[in-house]
């Protein structure tokens, strides 16, 4: 098993609460993993990602090489397109197609879609609709997590109790809302792919 | 027994020091290196023991306090920044010379590739002119492995030791085997040789002879350490030396089958006989490491025989930014096409409708109300010059403020302003935040004090250590108190709320005290927006 995945977003997003759902479950499924993250001056609302490396076998560089990634995961359609130097020509975009735009240059939105299209393996919605028809726009990272989930090799149980480990302590009703935007993300993914 | 745990390079670092019999913790946050005190912070058994972990000042007042338990014989670290380094540099320097009773680490986590800094230097030079030993981690189990092996170092040679971190493992995850069980910590007990504490010409001439002295023993340490070894290859038309993280990017683009030579570094000064081992059996050496010609300048001179050397002096490794497995990949099939083994992949893409996305001020972020009513009251004088410092507000700088003339260093905003009054130019003012006017403005605000310099300092309070992440801010509720006590003028010591509804208000508080000739400091306060929304959800 092996899946190097770059995450992208807008500093805020969440994306780095899907690094950590997918750390802990490869932890818990005995897998070797590393995530280089981004902290800092960027967070405010700048562009940032993250590596995530997740394997059977050990990992040697914290960083994907250019051309080796094997999904890019994002949370804003302009932030997928901007690591595309690092897809492999076999891997996958799975990305939100909802627009950050909190700068005045941000390119024409139906170029960025088409863009996107024009990969192939992309599977491309807007996960916050569809994080407030089964719980609400904050649980929009959960929808991607869940889309983004039929391409990594890790068993959805044990996905689902990671989720549950980290929104545990916030009381059921903050889990169920996250694990049914998981659950509908991955739908939706699996309808495509 | 063993735990596995999924942690940063700096949690590793942090929790290998607790694990190892840590008494004390002393730092001011910064980027990369922040994580670091905030584990040990965060750490069930730390608190259960009582580790000593409230933030400082600065870094120089954290080295000095870590250095004064080491004196009493209790293991000890200290992190920061790079830059960070230049503010501890006295004590730093000295505290070779001083020599350790109790282990005592001084972590310093370079930022290559300036994510969120002023500059790429490298903080291995400054244990090579402090003559200290250093350890510098590959991967996460290292660094938690090092900290362990640092503290013994310390002890035994006598001296505290330099552990160096870089942004790509301060700030990436990995599974780190950690002890269950944690050492007792060192009961307090007094320097062997307390002379060489007290350092007067006459002493520290002795000690500086014993340091030099004591440099054989350094490297001895270096030739039998774990984290150096030499790794036989095949081919000897290249030797390679790759220090930290720059051995996991060799080790990836050869998928773990390096067909040359190889010489992992991990502790310094660099292990001679291992290099001289490897110069004399290959054609050529390549110097992969991250950062700055440190090893390269050092092989140059030590080991120079007339075989060529490749690195970041003649071009062949990019001089600036991060290394990546890109960049090594490049440089070995430049020097070696036909290396046996090399991964290459196609890269993908260009993306054709993607632009910049620069970091911003919050919304709802007091510093925009700071500045939206200093720009509106220095309509009125173009040739304004306002010196910036270093925290979120220096984001001000970008669009849609344009708002500060210089970032530099911490605490440089009052001391220019006041340089370049000096000179003649009015408006001067100065924009800082609370905790760097904490960090190392009070100084400077004493100078312009005592000569009534014509600037007005701006304290821009958001009551946290912003850019960090939200770290206690040392001078919280007690700025005005500063201000007063160190001399300022009652009357030029103003307090305004940063917000929007009292824009007018701001702005016309900045155009009094421009023309005031004379020293004023406006302290603008608002709770930072991210702490603040943190606080409400806790007391939910």
Not at chain 2, 208 to 222: A, G, P, T
Request: glycine letters at 10%; hydrophobic letters at 40%.
């Amino acid at each position: 098993m092996k899946s190097d995945i770059i995450l992208a977003g807008v500093g805020g997003q969440g994306i780095l609460t899907i690094a950590t759902i997918f750390g802990s479950a490869a932890l818990a499924d005995d897998l070797y993993l590393k995530q280089a993250e981004v902290h800092g001056m960027s967070q405010r609302g700048g562009d940032v990602q993250s590596n995530l490396r997740l394997s059977s076998k050990p990992i040697h560089s914290d960083l994907i090489p250019k051309g080796a990634a094997d999904l890019i995961v994002s949370m804003e359609p302009m932030e997928a397109l901007r690591y595309l130097p690092y897809l492999s020509p076999k891997g996958w975009i799975v990305t939100s197609t909802l627009p950050f735009v909190n700068i005045d240059n941000y390119p024409d939105l139906e170029a960025v879609k088409a863009e996107l299209q024009k990969h192939g393996h992309v599977v491309a919605f807007d996960m916050e609709a569809v994080a407030k028809e089964v719980a609400s726009a904050r649980s929009s990272n959960l929808v991607l997590l869940g889309a983004s989930s039929p391409f990594v090799d890790i068993p959805q149980d044990k996905i689902e109790k990671a989720i549950e480990g980290l929104f545990g302590r916030k009381g059921p009703q903050v889990v169920e809302a996250n694990i049914a935007a998981f659950r509908r993300g991955r739908e939706m993914a699996l309808q495509t792919k | 027994m063993r735990t596995k745990r999924l942690l940063l390079g700096d949690e590793a670092l942090a929790l290998g020091a607790i694990k190892a019999g840590l008494s004390g913790a002393y730092a001011y946050p910064g980027t990369p290196s922040t994580e670091i005190m905030e584990y040990v912070q965060g750490d069930e058994e730390s608190r259960r023991r009582g580790i000593h972990c409230h933030w400082s000042s600065n870094e120089k007042t954290a080295l000095e306090a870590a250095l004064g338990m080491s004196y009493c014989g209790k293991r000890a670290i200290t992190s920061m920044k790079h830059v960070g380094l230049n503010v501890a540099a006295d004590p730093f320097v000295n505290s070779a010379m001083t020599g350790a009773n109790g282990g005592l680490l001084v972590i310093s986590a370079d930022d290559p590739s300036m994510h969120s800094s002023q500059n790429e230097q490298d903080s291995r030079f400054y244990g090579d002119f402090a003559m200290m030993p250093m350890l510098e981690p590959s991967n996460q189990q290292e660094a938690y492995d090092m900290a362990r092996k640092g503290f013994e170092l310390s002890e035994h040679l006598h001296i505290p030791v330099l552990v160096r971190m870089v942004t790509r493992l301060s700030h990436s995850r990995a599974v780190v085997e950690t002890e269950n069980e944690a050492d007792l910590e060192n009961h307090l007990h007094y320097p062997a040789n307390p002379r060489q504490w007290v350092l007067m010409p006459a002493v520290s001439r002795e000690r500086n002879r014993q340091l030099i002295k004591d440099q054989e023993k350094f490297v001895y340490e270096s030739e039998k350490s774990q984290f150096n070894r030499l790794e036989e290859g095949e081919d000897h038309s290249l030797g390679i030396v790759a220090s930290g993280i720059a051995y996991n990017y060799l080790q990836e683009v050869f998928g773990g089958k390096v067909p040359f030579s190889v010489v992992k570094i991990g502790q310094y000064p660099l292990p001679v006989k291992m290099l001289k081992h490897l110069r004399d059996e290959s054609d050529a050496i390549l110097i992969l490491e991250e950062g700055q010609p440190f090893i390269e300048r050092q092989m140059g001179g030590l080991l120079y025989d007339g075989k060529t050397i490749y690195g970041k002096l003649n071009g062949h490794v990019v001089r600036d930014g991060e290394l990546t497995p890109d960049e090594v990949a490049r440089t070995i099939k430049a020097l070696r096409p036909e290396a046996a083994g090399l991964k290459a992949h196609k890269e993908g893409n260009a993306p054709e409708n993607v632009v910049g996305r620069p970091p911003a001020l919050c919304q709802g972020c007091g510093h925009r109300d700071v500045y939206g009513a200093m720009n509106a009251a220095l309509e009125k004088y173009p040739d304004a010059k306002v010196f910036g410092d270093i925290g979120c507000y220096t984001l001000g700088f970008l669009k849609p403020f344009n708002a500060i003339d210089s970032c530099v260093d911490m605490g440089a905003s009052i001391t220019m302003a006041k340089g370049a009054a000096d000179a003649g130019q009015f408006p001067s003012l100065a924009i800082i935040g609370d905790s760097t006017f904490t960090h190392s403005g009070m100084t400077g605000l004493l100078d312009a004090i005592n000569e009534n310099s014509n600037i007005v300092v701006v304290i821009s309070d958001n009551l946290t250590t912003g850019m960090t992440g939200g770290q206690d801010s040392q001078g919280t509720g007690k700025l005005e108190e500063i201000c007063l006590g160190l001399g300022a003028d009652p009357a030029h010591v103003r307090t305004i709320d940063s917000l929007p509804k009292l824009h007018d208000k701001i702005r016309d508080l900045f155009e009094e005290e421009m023309q005031y000739p004379g020293l004023s400091v406006i302290i603008s306060r608002r709770e930072c927006i991210q702490t603040a929304r943190r606080h409400a959800s806790a007391k939910k």
